[in-house]
Nanobody, 128 residues
Framework: QVRLIESGGGRVQAGGSLRLSCAAS????????MGWFRQAPGQEREFVAV????????HYADAVKGRFTISRDNTRNTVYLQMGSLRVEDSAVYYC?????????????????????WGQGTQVTVSS
């Protein structure tokens, strides 16, 4: 069992930045693909970004491409989501997820069923 704990959410004005972190409780962190998803009220959970085991391959949803950056530090068992140029429509609960990797398929990485473990989520609210 892998426990994932997100942090870093909060309230920010449109145009601002936030960095989310997700700490994993596993010694095999570098064997997992890590993803970020988000869910707004009344909406389905949607894919945001994914990163492979060593960070040299990433993939983003079109809605965040060029504004968000996913990265990981395997020495700290942590994956990050740096969010910039935030918009009101980025407001959601953000979840990190782990998939027994070490590689992802960009065609299926946006599918929640691909992931084995989920965090509890952290709220991001962007105000105008």
């Amino acid at each position: 069992q892998v426990r994932l704990i997100e942090s870093g959410g909060g309230r920010v004005q449109a145009g601002g930045s936030l960095r989310l972190s997700c700490a994993a409780s596993t010694r095999a962190f570098d064997s997992y693909v890590m993803g970020w998803f988000r869910q707004a009220p009344g909406q389905e959970r949607e894919f945001v970004a994914v990163i492979n085991w060593n960070g040299d391959d990433t993939h983003y949803a079109d809605a965040v491409k060029g504004r968000f950056t996913i990265s990981r530090d395997n020495t700290r068992n942590t994956v990050y989501l740096q969010m910039g140029s935030l918009r009101v429509e980025d407001s959601a609960v953000y979840y990190c997820a782990a998939d027994r990797g070490p590689f992802f398929d960009a065609q299926t990485a946006n599918d929640t069923r691909d992931y084995d473990y989920w965090g509890q989520g952290t709220q991001v609210t962007v105000s105008s």
